[in-house]
């Protein structure tokens, strides 16, 4: 007999709607908490249960696939139960040492439609590719749908949340724009170290990365976008054709994603980081106006020294424009600071880092040499892997003993 994962109730108040369900005792261990809530700036009360129910089925089906279970729901809308068998074909391709399998069982299949009376809705964080996908969509007047799923088992303060959404509520105010926002537990309320422990050997990838953040990032808008009538939701690409990786965000799984009268699509996928920089940095040059890219995930601004900002600020300078502009608050001397912090930070560089995000932006700034020449006289010469060879070493030896207390802790605590 197949596993069950069994939708109990769907409670909704106001702007939010908690759902509290049950699991075979073989599935429960995959789960924090079997409850899964969302909170919106927006009355659901209109909405249909059939749509207020997909972030529930979106952030459960991909573990419903992956262990041959059956979900069991009282109704669903009809558009996304009927694409879910796509996105399902585009999990197989990327992952085709996995078989997906499993079952929706429901009752009630409804049709819902509805004539839209916005033309787009984006997913807005802030970042990079966010800001790319709306300055190419601008014309469309996108609503900002800016989240935070990081809760625990219920809606507690966070700084960084508070920071995400001053910053999305002040762009929208600026462009003359509306803003979703929505908060929930959706990353939080699946154990997925234990899905890991058992999948991600063959699948070759976690469960957040590989199957969950996608769905669960684009659904958890979905009963929103159902009420302000949105044609399509816009979602930046994270990733590009020059490295084709799996992932949960892809256009082979996002552009088959479909409710009521609305779709999704996978934005600038054929672009990559250093042209999406360049998309940017020419809209808010040639307006000659600030804007902040928030990069640093998790925290209230930017670090300036992780590896993600790093090569955020580099792209910007490749592109003859200073970081400064863009919410990068860089101490001292710029070409003194880049210096000495990716010599610090290269040891921590990945081979595809280098070759799909560093040598990018080193052939960028090749080509524009002249607008930050004293930068680009050592940054384009730069050796990533002899360089991070030197900052590796030099770690070990600064750390030589830490290192090692630390190892025979570890030893002797096993």
């Not at 910053?167 to 926002?181: D, H, K, P, R, T």
């Amino acid at each position: 007999m197949k596993n069950k994962i069994s939708l109990e109730k769907i409670a909704v108040s106001n702007n939010r709607v908690d759902f509290f369900f049950s699991t075979s005792k073989e599935l429960s261990k995959y789960f924090k908490y079997k409850h899964l809530y969302f909170k919106y700036n927006y009355d659901l009360n209109d909405v249909p249960t059939s749509v207020v129910v997909i972030p529930f089925v979106a952030n459960i089906i991909p573990l419903v696939w992956l262990t041959d279970s059956i979900l069991e729901i009282n109704e669903v809308d009809e558009s996304f139960f009927k694409c879910l068998a796509k996105v399902k074909v585009g999990y197989k391709n990327m992952f085709p040492n996995v078989q997906f399998k499993g079952e929706i069982r429901t009752s009630n299949i409804i049709p819902n439609q509805y004539t839209p009376t916005n033309e787009a809705a984006s997913l807005f964080s802030g970042g990079l590719d966010a800001l790319a996908t709306f300055v190419r969509i601008k014309d469309k007047r996108p609503i900002l749908i800016t989240e935070f799923g990081w809760h625990e088992k219920d809606i507690q303060y966070s700084e960084v949340w508070e920071a995400d959404k001053k910053n999305a509520m002040n762009f929208a105010s600026e462009n003359g724009l509306q803003n979703i926002l929505v908060e929930s537990n959706y990353g939080t309320f699946i154990d997925d170290s234990n899905i890991n422990k058992e999948f991600s050997r063959k699948l070759g990838d976690t469960w957040w990365h590989g199957l969950h953040h996608g769905l669960a990032i684009i659904s958890a808008a979905v009963p929103i976008c159902y009420k302000l009538k949105i044609k399509t939701i816009y979602i930046g690409s994270s990733n590009t054709p020059l490295l084709k990786v799996p992932c949960a965000s892809d256009p082979s799984v996002d552009n088959e994603f479909k409710f009521a009268s609305s779709h999704v699509f996978h934005d600038a996928y054929e672009l990559n980081r250093q042209d999406k920089v360049k998309v940017v940095v020419d809209q808010y040059s040639s307006i000659k106006s600030k804007v902040a890219i928030r990069v640093c995930f998790k925290n209230e601004e930017n670090c300036c020294r992780c590896e993600k900002c790093l090569r955020t600020i580099m792209g910007i300078v490749a592109e003859g424009e200073n970081p400064i502009k863009y919410g990068f608050n860089i101490p001292g001397d710029l070409n003194l600071f880049l210096k000495q912090a990716i010599d610090s930070e290269v040891k921590f560089f990945t081979d595809t880092f280098i070759k799909i995000y560093w040598e990018l932006i080193q052939d960028r700034m090749k080509k524009n040499y002249r607008k930050n020449p004293e930068i680009a006289a050592w940054f384009i010469h730069y050796q990533f892997k002899e360089q991070r060879k030197k900052s590796l070493l030099k770690y070990r030896i600064v750390n030589f003993f830490p290192i090692l207390k630390r190892k025979i802790h570890t030893a002797f605590s096993g």
